[in-house]
């Protein structure tokens, strides 16, 4: 039998802080044959290299300038695409932070496991294995060259107040230190969410969308061309009773995103 060419495909799955974008990741690479999340979070800098915010004089982790070493990122991103796999010294800290389980129907998940086990066996049957990689990111969209990477790009758009409340809630998340691979608990100082988390989220995310709405505005196609946008919570001021089209239940996202992944399968 002749070596099967690798193709790797990277799915962008990006969002706020708490939007439900690694959540989202994690069912689909639980339906997807031969893959793998990429967390932008472990490309962060180590906690001794995170900027001091100007104003409020706290480490700020969410300005996109400095939250991510996007030189280190970019060329991970390439070298997956050029080998098929995640180096072998990769580490990731999310194992480590708070996992919240929002289960999908198993009926959905085995009819798409089923869709995409068929449409693998055909591929390899003319040669070519697909890899895979889900790169889930909070400032996902923000880096030209990390964008120009994604084959295929997912936004979960969550409203303001939802954000916030999921945020407050949080403990804390494990973070970089140079000094200690398992990193270090970062607990966010009074007024974080307000000053630093959501400001920063609009200034990454403003050129994506009409008049730089990032709550309501459509995508402006431009920097983010072919974007799928997914709405998980109803807008404050929906009626309850009223389905709007873009409200989605995290088994209606799984399902949407594996009918484009499936398009785009079918396509190659």
Request: negative net charge; glycine residues 6%.
């Amino acid at each position: 039998m002749n070596k099967l060419q690798t193709k790797v495909i990277l799915v962008g799955v990006g969002g706020a802080t708490c939007s439900g974008k690694t959540t989202l990741a994690k069912h689909l690479r639980s339906i997807l044959p031969n893959s793998v999340i990429i967390h932008q979070d472990d490309f962060a800098p180590p906690q001794e290299l995170i900027p001091i915010h100007p104003v409020y004089n706290v480490q700020d982790w969410d300005a996109p300038q400095g939250a991510i070493d996007w030189p280190r990122m970019r060329t991970f991103l390439k070298m997956v695409k050029q080998n098929g796999s995640i180096p072998a010294d990769h580490a990731s800290h999310d194992h480590l932070n708070e996992q919240k389980d929002i289960p999908i129907d198993i009926t959905t998940s085995e009819e798409l496991k089923g869709q995409f086990q068929k449409l693998e066996a055909e591929h390899e049957e003319k040669g070519t294995r697909i890899i895979w990689g889900l790169v889930d990111g909070f400032l996902l969209y923000w880096d030209k060259e990390v964008i120009e990477q994604l084959d295929i790009q997912f936004f979960l758009r969550v409203p303001h107040d939802v954000l916030k409340q999921r945020r407050h809630a949080r403990h804390g998340y494990h973070t970089a230190v140079q000094s200690d691979p398992e990193g270090a608990l970062w607990r966010d100082p009074p007024m974080y969410w307000e000053q630093i988390v959501y400001p920063a989220y609009v200034e990454a995310h403003q050129e994506m969308f009409e008049n730089g709405d990032v709550e309501n505005g459509k995508p402006t196609g431009e920097k983010v061309q072919g974007l799928v946008i997914m709405e998980p919570v109803k807008k404050e001021g929906e009626e309850e009773e009223e389905e709007e089209e873009g409200v989605m239940s995290m088994n209606d996202m799984v399902r949407r995103c594996c009918e484009v992944l499936l398009d785009l399968m079918q396509e190659s």
